[in-house]
């Protein structure tokens, strides 16, 4: 498998999964978005791009802060289009044009946003292009703002990730056999993996041709009530339902067992708590 291959099988399950994650992930995500959107601070009568809108959290956040004009919101899975212009419309948001575009090729002209924001919406494959790119559809008075994961996960996930691996079936359909070599070509390519390296991020943004680059980080506490609310987040991503789906019931059974003893370390009274840690990027063209 290859980059534009496993690239389209991630896209697929992201689309697959869109209501699920709408549902589960993008509440968890609110408060990344945020601060997104407090770093590019949007002003009325500006045009945004969203790059990997997802479900239209950002968009949505973004939309009313610059009218009269509006947002673009591209992402290259259908699924999540469909929920994100669902979400907006019903909302009453009127000023969003959602595409099904690739972000390593935004077809608009150069020059053309006042800022480009994205919420844990870079690709890992390709993210130098999408750098490109923004910085060719960005006014030289420009700013590019955007949120993502550091290389390493979690602690719950950290362990989450494990014990799929280790209870994970043998025998995989070939839907699940795919899918899990997408996601070892994308988890283990280095320019994928330095997505997570503020050093390597700042580098690709100058090679881009920003000129006045910043990263920072940010810490949100975030609470899941039990493992079950924790396993259902993790489900609404398409690799860890097929995982989960494919898995043996006795497999099913210790996954949940074992699970739940990893994360007593985490476990107060008030359910799951832990530090999510998140990079944030501020770049400008001049």
């Known amino acids: 498998m290859n980059a534009n291959e496993a690239t389209l099988v991630w896209v697929d ?26 770093l590019a601070d949007p002003k009325a009568n500006e045009l945004f791009l969203d790059v990997g809108t997802g479900t239209g959290l950002l968009a949505c956040l973004l939309a009313p802060r610059v009218l009269p004009q509006g ?22 948001i009127r000023n969003i044009r959602f595409e099904m575009l690739d972000s390593r090729n935004i077809v608009y002209r150069g020059k053309l946003f ?16 999408v750098f490109q790119e923004v910085r060719r559809v960005v006014k030289p008075t420009g700013r590019f703002v955007f949120s993502e994961w550091p290389t390493d996960p979690t602690p719950s996930f950290a362990a989450f990730r494990a ?46 041709g920003f000129d006045h680059r910043e990263a920072m980080t940010k810490d949100f506490s975030v609470r899941f009530a039990q493992v079950d609310d924790l396993v259902a987040f993790g489900a609404s991503y398409g690799w860890y339902e097929r995982e989960l789906r494919e898995m043996s019931p006795a497999d099913r059974v210790a996954f949940d067992a074992e699970l739940e003893e990893r994360l007593r370390p985490l476990t107060t009274d008030g359910g799951i708590t832990e530090t999510w840690r998140l990079n944030f990027f501020a770049a400008r063209p001049e």
């Open 13 to 38: 399950e992201y689309s697959r999964m869109a209501e699920a994650y709408d549902a589960n992930v993008a509440p968890r995500f609110e408060p990344i978005a945020r601060e997104v959107v407090r």
């Open 71 to 92: 947002v673009v919101a591209i992402d290259l899975a259908e699924g999540a289009i469909s929920a994100a212009s669902y979400r907006a419309g019903n909302a009453g």
């Open 114 to 129: 006042d800022g480009v924001a994205s919420n844990l919406g870079i690709p890992g494959l390709g993210y130098d292009r």
């Open 163 to 208: 014990l799929l691996e280790s209870h994970g079936t043998r025998t995989p359909s070939k839907d699940l056999a795919q899918v899990r070599d997408a996601v070892r070509l994308v988890r283990n390519d280095p320019e994928a993996k330095a997505l997570g390296d503020p050093r390597a991020v700042l580098n690709a943004l100058a090679v881009a």
